[in-house]
Every structure is written in structure tokens, then in C-alpha cells.
């Protein structure tokens, strides 16, 4: 926090004090406002003695009679200034240690500034409806108060609760949520075992996978809770687990290795690095800096993830450990931290060389990355399957803002946009009660209110509640603006004067903004705008005139003038729609975008289609068009849905933000008349099957369907068909869901057979069997799984416009009916 340099000396670090809890807006009394102003003073009276930044407090016993008169005047002058533009109310605690690495771009402590419009409306349910009103603090401890927890990562919710909370409380500044904050920091401290362990294991379990990883998120949110409400009674315990720590893990005699203890190449147990690193910094204590070097030496151990070495000779992310990305963007995140104590180049280069990576091979256009958990090979964004986990969403959006504070380049607030518009709020049930795990591409959104053990959920709030520290803030040329949501902030710049700000706009349903400059005097310094990179024709003008957009060396357009308070500047960002071409997995395919939005079909606002397929690039053809949105879509009061018309047909998209929060079937990526899809030959075709079931889904989007209707039947079939032939050298078949009165074929009589039409039309003609598949009765599944993939060869290859899997649908427990269900139906080539 570069914020909290200047009151150091006043507020230094006794482990055993309690300073009070430091208010903010609702519950602000006087004596905070004297605090600030004495903070304030200090850094003025420390110019004033040309003493080095770092004085003791005593040293005001040194103060000559003139320093008092002036000491005095500067008294005033603070509490004048402070009490009529000081920019918040909470102090963050500073560290002991400095940063050797200083932000070229500020974190913004949350209460700076106040989002109002599309990003607004979802930090601010995120905060209420869920940190506040949904989670359970009692659940979240559960397996604290009686180990072991339900499973073996159940320990990291409620540091990662703390975190958020914590983030969001300073945010609204909800006295309510500030004491659910401290009930539950002073019921997570009475968990902890006399020799400092915090987690959930059973003694003789203890530094076994997500052990060190839950302590890691109890450090996060505690140290987070520390520095921000300046409550220290959390400290000895922090201070507590970090000894622990120590004392567990190093290179000494009856010590573990870090990266031996946990999964995924060691990554998961060594992200620890992030907040040791910050409680060497809170207090300043030499063992901590020796752990966290200790960590960066056993990364490139020869059974370590060489995270650092990798990256720096140019491997992909994928080669870096066991690719897992949630743990390895966790472990980049400490790196930066580590970086900004350390001012070792090459961890910068390294993270550098992570991020170019990603963005180049391994980003999805909605601004998450990863399927199956993992960074997958050059390009491979297959569009379901595990695909965008929110915990690496999260993670990703922390990276980019470690960057973009370390670098104070836009070019990262650009991805954060890309992730805070789409990825982020995609995973977020609108109301902000929910959250899903994998938010993939195509499908449906998979809200959860519970946590059952679901990573992401406590990940999400997370992600939310940081928007507020980087979507307006400063550099040291003056203000920076990076996200264009409504908003009002009050910003510190580097010389500490205040400027407020007044950002007016319907971003993203209106292309005009108007910021409002509100210096306390006339005063001058750089307003630098961001020009989103989907945007190729903005425009601008200054106090009315016109001015120029030529972006500097960091990304952004700079106004360096004399600001006379109530200055205007208004940036135009024409919102045109943008047909995307896919590539490489999306071969075949395009996607539509509108202004920072990606858009996807949502079969609620197309009849129950969601699977058109466009003529080609040409926007026009596609008639879109513009409309607020309504019911759940309205998410916030100024959102819109779009709609094309494809075949005569209408079709009807939401922002990814909201694709899909009916319970309804959604795609990003349209196919494109008469192409064949890269990742499945049969993804552009249409499907069908022998009787329409109660069940919906979507064979092509791997979502089950079935063909229970009540009634008897003695054959069912699920097939696709294609506007021209296609090769195949491999076909697929995923069973669906099972229930107790049916959900399988019955292969008493025989395999379930493959068939296919040779020519639009023409005889099906059987082709293979499915023959793996158990040998099941109409009575017995056979312990047949859900989701079981059964794989047919063909040597030669066949040529194909339609295939289809039949069978004999299976009765259960029921006898008087039958029915099967499929899950998916894939295609490669040879
Ligand atoms: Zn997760």
C-alpha cells in the first residue's frame, strides 16, 4: 500500500497493542479525522525537519519553538484539509519493510473510490448478498472446531471469507458485515493449537496436501483484517503460524521441504509465499524473508516446478510444474510480491514471459484460461470440458494487477477489463447470492449457493471485491483511469494533494463518458485514460475542444494541464458490435461481441435455440440489434440483450456476464454455415433423438438429455446430422445420466450399435457397436458410470452427413416404461 508510507512512524507495528478499530464513513468519529490529519502532519513535518521518511514518534520531543508554531499551523491546516477531502476512512497499518520495487500504479484502499453502474451493482451484491447475508462463518469453521474438516481443502474458505470480507467492509463500509468480520477473526484464533497450527488436519495427518494451503488463505485473510481495520489481536496468531512454518519446513536437520508436502509439483503448499512475504513485510522479522528465499530455492529443485527457470527460458506455462494454473498463478502472484521486496529482475521477466504466454496461446476470449484445472497445449481452448475454473479466473485477475500496479501499463488493465466485464461476472449468479465452479464456454451456468466443498465459491468474492482497488487510481504523473463504470472516487496523488473525480456514464450501454476533475485549488497534473483495445475510433475532448489520442509509452492518452476544479473531459468509445473469427479449436466458428462484451446465444431469448448457424463474417446479414434487457437480464439498470436474425430466425444474445442465468442453454462461439468444427466434426450439426425426453441438454454440449415420456419403448436412438459429409476416424458415445428406473440401453440382446447415412438422406446403415459397453439388462446398469465415454475406431474411415448411436432403451424398477439417456456425441477425423 503505497498509501500508507507516509504515518509509518505513528503507527508502528506493537505486536501487543491494540490501536482501536479504525472507522470508515458510517461509523467515523472525530478522533479518526484527527488521526488522519496527524498522519498527514507527520509526513508535512517530516519535510519540514528534512529527516529521512522513517522518524520515531519521540522525535517530536526535539521540536524547537518555531517547528511547534509551524508544527501547529500545519495542525490546523490538516484538520481542515482532512476533514473536507480526506479520501476515506480507513488507514491501512504500513510494513516495517519497504517495498525495494515501489508501484508505479497505486492499489486503491476500496473506500477510494464507489462503482455504480454494471460493475458496481455486482461488487455490491457480492458484499451484501453473499459475504454478508449467505455465507456461514460457523460452517466455514466447522472442521477448525473439530477436525478434520469434511475434506482435505475445507480449511481454505474462511481465510479466503476473511479476505474478501475484509475488502468489501472497507468497500460499503457495512457496520454489520465489520462485526460479523470480527466475531468470526476471534472465533478462527480460538482454533488455533498452542503451537501455532491453524488448520483442519488430524495431528498425525499434519503437512499432508492442503495442509500448508489452508494455513496459506488463514494468513491472507487475517493479514488482509489486520492491515485494514488496524485491529492487532490477530497479529500473534499470524506471527504464530508463520513460526510454525518455519520451524516445519527448511534445508535444516528434521525439516520437511516446502514444495514435498503438497500437490500439484509442490506448487500448491509453496503459494504460501504470497503472505509470508507480507508478514515479513507487517513485521519485519529476518525468519520470514529466510522462508520465503527458501521457497524460491526449492522451486528448482530438480523434483520442483522451476517456475521461475522455466518461464525465463520462454517455456510455456504448461511446461511449468504439472501446468496446474489455479496453484500457478497462486505461486506467480507471491513471485511479484517477493519481486517487490527483492528487485530481482528476473522474477519480473519471468511473470512477463508467464503473461505473454497466456494472453498469446492460452486466454479465452471471455478472459479466463485453463480446462481440466490445467494450462493446456498451444491453442487448446476446447470450449467445454472443465473448462475456466473461477478460482483461476480469480488468480488471473490478481496477476494482471500485480502487473499493472508493478508496471503501470495499460495494456493489463485492458485484460482485467476483459476478465471484470466477462469471465468474473459470468461466474456470478447476477443477484451475487452464487457462484459457479467451471464457467465454460457453452452450456449452463453452474450457480451454487453452497459451498460443498467447491473451491471457487469462496474464490469469486474475492475477485469482486478487488475491482475497487485498481478501476480509478494514480500513477506519478497523476490520475489514471482504467475502468469507464460510473463512479465517484477520491484519489491521493504521489504529492498527496486530493483530487476527486466524477465519472458519469452508462459504460458499457452508452459510448459517452464524462469525468468530472475536482482538484481542492487549481493544480497541475496528467489524467490518463485508457483506450479499450476493441475500440479503434474514440474520440475526445477537453473542456469542450478536441484533443488528441496518441497513447504514451505506458498505453495510456495523458492530459497534462493546469485543472481548474469542475474541469470536463468527455471520451467517446463508439460501441459497435464485432463479429470475431474463431481459430485453432473454434475453427468454423465466430463470436459476436459488443463493446467490451462478449455476447453469447441464450436459448431463453431464442425459443429454446441457442445453435444458429451464421451465413458467414458479414455482420450486416446478421441484422443485429440492440434492446434493453429485461427481467434477471437486468442486471443493472442500464443492461442490454442483442439480437440477430440467421435463416429468418431470430436469435437472442446476452453479455456472457448474464448468458445463461435462466437456467437456460448458452454459446459463445456460433458455427458457421456448411464449415466442420476443428475439436468435433459433428459440433456444427444438428442434433436429434428417437423420443424428446424431459431433460434439457444438449448431446453437442456434453449436457445429458433423455428420452423418458412415461412409455414403453423397444429401440431409441441419438443422432447428428451434418449440411455436407465429413470423414470420421473415431467416434465417441457418453452415457448419460442413470436413475433407478432406466437412463441405459439394455444390451441383453446386443451392443448398441453405431449407425450412419453415407448421402443426405439416404439408408441408415450400421456401421460398429459400442463394444465395451457392460452387459446390462433391462433390470441392471451394469455399475455402468455416468459421463462413461465408449469409443468406436474406424480403419478406413468412414464418410459420413449423419451418424447416430441406437439401442434398447432399459426399464429399472419400473417395468411398464423405458428410456436411455447420452450425455455427448463426438467426431474426430482420422
Ligand atoms: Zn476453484
Redesign the pocket.
Known sequence: MQKSNRCIALFEVRPTTHYGKIGRQSDRTIDQSIRHSWSFLHSLWILMRRKPHRQHYNDLNRLSSIDLMKFTFLLLTALTVNLSLAPAGVTPLPDKVAAVVPDKQASQIPDAEKLTGMLGERVQNSAINRLLQTVDPDRLLEGYRKRPGRQEWDGEHIGKWIHAATLAWVYTGNAELRAKLDKTVTELIKCQLEDGYLGTYEPEKRWTSWDVWSHKYNLIGLLTYIRYTGNLEALPACQKMGDLLCKTFGEGPGQKRVIQVGGHAGMASSSVLEPMVWLYRLTGEPRYRTFCEQILSSWERPEGPHIVSRLVEGQGVHKVGNGKA?EMLSCLNGMLEWYRVTGDDQLLQAALNAWKDIVAKRLYITGTCSSHEHFQGDYDLINYGNVG????TVTWLQFNAHLLRLTGEARFADQLERIAYNQLPGAQRPNGKGWG?YVQMKGLKPYNENLTG???LS?GPRGMALLPTFALTTDADGVVINFYDPATATLTLADRSVVALDVQSQYPAAESITITVKPAKPQTFALKLRIPSWCDNASLQVSGQSAPLTPGKDGYVAINRLWQPGDKVTLTLPLKARLIAGDHTNEGKAALAYGPLILAVDAALSDGQNNPALPGLDLAALKFTVEPAKETYLAWPEAQVFRITVDGKNYGLAPFATAGCTGSRFRVWMRLAGAIANDNLLENGIESRSRQGNLEGSILDDLPVVTFDGKMATEDWYAVTLDKPITIGKLVFSQGKLFHNGGWFDASAGKPQVQIQETKNSEWKTVGELAKYPSTTATDNAKIRAGQDFIVTFSPPLTATAVRVLGKPASGDAPHQAFSSCAGLRATAP
Open positions: 489455479y475454473e473461477t478460482c483461476v465452479y467447491s473451491c471457487c474464490s
